[in-house]
């Protein structure tokens, strides 16, 4: 009999439902304390797994607890938020995707594993992948944005990096994709509202950067908290069982969000604890996070009869299995063994600048304001300027909340023979703008005036959601007066603007010279903001979700279907809005470079197409421009005519091509013909004989496409 079967034989109906269990662990300050619980449940298997428990000595204890003192000596499973970085920040995720580059998307991830294992952990709750079009909702911060595709890229890129090829290694952390399912489309961008959407836009859209996160070999997967059209994700058995195992051939396993096993009664479909605990457990919700609903429920639901003793044996096999896969039995102790060298800080610290530096969206940099010529006087304003703990954005991990740099730090590094005047001139968020006149004075003699607002972290991310989108507190006031300021000295104002998601600020983006969409960029935040202020690197970083005009025309996105009456200014009885144009202010995939770049020459290696055929697409790109810059191209399709009516774009693909001055590139992209398939009226895949329009080009703004079509043959 192998170790785990062996061990499930020998278990108490206590012992397997601690192993099904998953309890917080905070530290106070005489040590560590667990939520409604002590360090005896442990001894006692009553808790097999922990969250929020970080640091090599302190999970070392508990590991020990488990090891030496529960009867079993099974290892404790322990997992936190690593999100974006663990002591050492990275942009947020939403930023980091603007880097389109799944590379960076990896290696962060992979930094971000071997600091959180040093310090004990052996899973994180990441990656995050729920695609969201509303940027209402606050957690559009912690993912991929508007689309599937890149979601999906990003799945497999993240899980890679945290689980490596082996989850053996000391380094590597079991992943655990996150929200299953369509949690990004909360009733008006709410948190925790109900999700009410079509099959097909859960198939087409939001299930698929998790079906990818799968291919990648997932180590578990995390259902949302919400109602799903009328069934909670915790106990939704057909897209957990049915899809997720059985479709899609998940192995691995299922942890309940924050309480949700509990929250079953909220939603109205469980009467009581064990209710909710079966219908959890039944549905194939492994490991039950927080709620204590199954240490409590779940023996009483085995009385009525609405689990079986099989059932629990599944799921407690389940997590054994993880736990034999990352090497806990054979060395519990295998994480944890701290102290990093220096020099690996150094060259993590390194990264991070670069990807931060490469997820900076440039969105307006009118007469060249950008990268600033030599100054003498550069006046840093604004609540953000010099806010070393807001660098760090939603989700900062273990990391302390000083030593981020600043905008200021960064710009004083860069530039040490420039006088840096300094001013907050408002908080983030109050209503005191007794400090403005102050601040704008500051501006008075500048060469420049780099202007840094936006969010407060906190301002996204969980429990986060928005109604309004513009700046907070008095920070329009304060813009408003610089502008006035600069405009009457001839000075350029350089807008870094911090956000967990796209603002609506059309005036801010009319009234300043440069916009920097600077996200939340982690611990090197500061310096990478130089770099690109400075010229030292070329912004290259593009837009992974709209960015609207106002805030009704969201939800937003590139991927919509056309309407049987497209717009027409000419005609009132057509789709548009009479106060706001349709479009967004910043398309996605929108952004600038130091570069000036002209694409020609679209060109498919085939007229035509089979299922199992690739297509290699190419167009040709020139630098026209005065400076070294990278460049995005992206890949659209679009079928024209099809039994069901498709997107007008659809991505399919991304390159980045960097050119120097004059120099001139071919970017390819393949795509595979089996790409093209969509789902029909009863939502099977579909190979569909037809016209379909590659669209190539910089962004998502149907008029700056290249546009070839190629034929599919069935
Ligand atoms: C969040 C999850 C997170 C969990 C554990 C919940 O509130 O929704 O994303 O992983 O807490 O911290």
Redesign the pocket.
């Known amino acids: 009999m192998s170790r785990i079967e062996s061990l499930i034989s020998r278990m108490t109906l206590a012992e397997k439902i601690g192993q099904l269990t998953m309890t917080?662990c905070g530290m106070a300050v005489t040590g560590p304390t667990i939520a409604g619980d002590s360090t005896e449940a442990i001894k006692s298997g009553a808790i097999g797994n922990l969250?929020?428990l970080v640091g090599a000595d302190i999970v070392r204890e508990m590991q020990r607890l488990a090891i030496e003192e529960s009867r079993l000596q099974i290892p404790l499973l322990i997992?936190?938020?690593v999100i974006h970085g663990h002591r050492t920040l990275f942009p947020i995720p939403l930023g980091e995707a603007s880097t389109f580059d799944p590379g960076s998307w990896a290696a962060s991830a992979r930094e971000a594993a071997k600091e959180a294992a040093a310090d004990g952990l052996a899973m994180t709750?990441?990656p995050?992948l729920d695609v969201s079009r509303d940027p209402r909702w606050g957690?559009i911060a912690?993912g991929p944005g508007e689309d599937p595709f890149v979601g999906a890229r990003m799945a497999e890129a993240k899980v890679a990096g945290f689980q490596t090829a082996d989850l053996l290694r000391e380094d590597s952390l079991a992943a655990?994709a996150?929200?299953y399912c369509a949690y990004g489309c909360v009733t008006a961008g709410r948190d925790y509202a109900p999700v009410d959407i079509s099959e097909r836009t859960l198939h087409e859209v939001h299930m698929v950067p998790f079906a990818a996160a799968v291919g990648a070999g997932v180590a578990a997967m995390?259902p949302?908290?919400t109602d799903l059209n009328g069934i909670p994700m915790t106990a939704n058995r057909v897209l957990i069982e049915d899809w997720l195992r059985a479709r899609w051939g998940f192995d691995g396993v299922v942890i309940s969000?924050?309480?949700a096993v509990a929250e079953l009664m909220r939603h109205g479909i469980a009467a009581d604890l064990p209710d909710a605990a079966a219908l959890s457990l039944k549905a194939g919700v492994d490991i039950d996070?927080?709620a204590d609903a199954y240490r409590r429920g779940l023996p009483i639901a085995l009385e009525r009869g609405l689990v079986s003793m099989a059932d629990i044996d599944r799921s407690v096999r389940r997590v054994l299995v993880l736990k034999e896969r990352l090497g806990l039995f054979d060395d519990p102790y295998r994480r944890g063994k701290g102290g990093e060298s220096p020099a690996a800080l150094v060259a993590r610290r390194q990264l991070s600048r670069d990807i931060a530096t490469r997820s900076i969206v440039m969105l307006k940099n009118s007469a060249d304001a950008l990268p600033i010529g030599p100054v003498r006087r550069l006046a840093v304003i604004g609540p953000l300027a010099n806010a070393s703990a807001e660098m760090r954005g939603v989700w900062w991990g273990a990391a302390a909340p000083e030593g981020h740099v600043t905008v200021l730090e960064g710009l004083r590094a860069a530039l040490p023979r420039a006088e840096i005047l300094h001013s907050e001139g408002v908080d983030i968020e109050s209503g005191d703008f007794s400090g403005i006149a102050g601040g704008v004075d500051r501006c008075a003699s500048a060469d420049a005036i780099v202007l840094c607002l936006g969010e407060a972290a906190v301002m996204s991310g969980?429990a986060s959601s928005r109604a309004h989108l513009g700046l907070p507190g008095m920070q329009q006031r304060l813009a408003e007066a610089v502008f006035e300021r600069a405009k009457s000295s001839r000075i350029p104002v350089i807008v870094v603007l911090f956000s967990g998601r796209p603002l609506v600020v059309p005036w801010l983006v009319n009234g300043a010279d440069a916009v920097l969409a600077a996200w939340f960029l982690g611990s090197e935040a500061g310096n990478a903001i130089a770099d690109v202020i400075t010229g030292r690197a070329s912004p290259s970083g593009r837009t992974p979700v709209s960015w609207p005009r106002a805030a009704g025309q969201v939800p937003i996105f590139f991927s919509e279907r056309p309407s049987g009456r497209p717009f027409d200014a000419k005609d009132k009885f057509t789709s548009k809005y009479l106060d706001v144009a349709n479009e967004p202010l910043f398309p996605f995939g929108f952004g600038l470079t130091y570069g000036r770049f002209a694409q020609s020459n679209l060109r498919l290696s085939a007229p035509e197409l089979r299922f199992d055929d690739v297509l290699n697409v190419e167009i040709d790109l020139v630098n026209q421009g005065s400076r070294e810059a990278e460049e995005t191209v992206f890949l659209f399709t679009h079928d024209k005519i099809a039994t069901v009516a498709r997107p007008k774009l659809e991505l399919k693909g991304f390159a980045k091509l960097r050119l120097t001055p004059g120099a001139r590139g071919t970017a390819h992209i393949s795509l595979r013909a089996s790409d093209l398939c969509f789902l029909d009226m009863q939502l099977n895949p579909v190979f569909e004989p037809g016209e379909v329009e590659i669209l190539v080009g910089p962004c998502a703004d149907p008029k700056v496409l290249l546009s070839a079509s190629v034929r599919l043959k069935g």
């Open positions: 917080a969250l929020n997992g936190y938020d709750f990441a995050m957690r912690e655990c996150k929200h995390m949302a908290f969000d924050y309480n996070m927080m969980e």
